[in-house]
């Protein structure tokens, strides 16, 4: 099935600190959905992005759906404890009516 | 909404034991989707249903997982017998429509000794 590849796999940082995380596909996307997990729970949307190009905000956090419709960007601005999590990508390519995650990328962030 | 509901949140069971997993989407959402999480396998989707009726069943890993949707606010996912190698959280998630933005429920931990 369809690979989306997140990286970094993980990422250790101190509080304060900005975090960038990055997916790619070998398909092209329709839309993009970056999905965070607390630990012990389900994964709940964080943002959605629906065109190419498109730069998306939620608080500190940003997205970008890459101009190649193929990648997409999060960025967490001054990390917080409580942004640990394992963060996804997710979304349907536009070959068929499916929707895959991503590897995730796993978040610790150091007090 | 309640958002996606699951139950049990928590499962201890013996091996060769059945176990059943139940799942209420969102009401008014056409998709409903079963996945497992291991670490070392990460988020696998197991099976997905439109409309009750079941798509695509490919990830289900064997003949002894099974999972039915009698109508559009219940689903069960059914492993029997069980083994200790299905030990993980299984989640349902639920969608307006195959390819919508899904919505996931808590999860139910498994423990098979």
């Known amino acids: 099935g369809q690979q989306l590849n997140q990286s970094p796999q993980s990422m250790f940082i101190q509080e304060g600190e900005d975090v960038s995380m990055n997916c790619t596909s070998s398909?092209?996307?329709?839309?993009w959905l970056w999905y965070k997990q607390d630990p012990g729970e389900g994964p709940v949307l964080l943002i959605a992005?629906?065109?190419?190009?498109e730069l998306t905000s939620n608080g500190r956090l940003t997205a970008q759906f890459g101009i190649t419709r193929k990648d997409s960007f999060l960025n967490i601005s001054a990390s917080i404890p409580s942004d640990v999590g394992i963060y996804f990508c997710a979304g349907p390519p536009n070959t068929g009516n499916q929707f895959y995650f991503g590897t995730g990328t796993s978040l610790t962030v150091i007090p | 909404d309640a958002g996606v509901i699951q139950s049990p949140r928590h499962e201890v069971t013996e091996m060769g034991q059945e176990v059943t997993l139940r799942c209420k989407p969102i009401?008014?959402?056409?998709?409903l989707f079963w996945y497992r999480q291991t670490m070392m396998r990460g988020l696998e989707l197991l099976i997905y249903f439109n409309n009750n009726v079941p798509i695509d069943d490919s990830g289900m890993p064997e003949d002894r997982f099974s999972a039915k949707m009698p109508n559009a606010s219940f689903s069960t996912l059914k492993i029997q017998p069980s083994e200790p190698r299905d030990s993980a959280v299984y989640f349902c998630?639920?969608?307006?429509?195959?390819?919508?933005?899904?919505?996931f429920g808590p999860g139910t931990r498994l423990t098979v000794l």
């Open positions: 998630a639920s969608s307006s429509f195959t390819g919508d933005t899904q919505y």
């Open positions: 992005l629906y065109k190419a190009g």
């Open positions: 009401s008014g959402h056409n998709s």
């Open positions: 398909s092209i996307f329709n839309t």
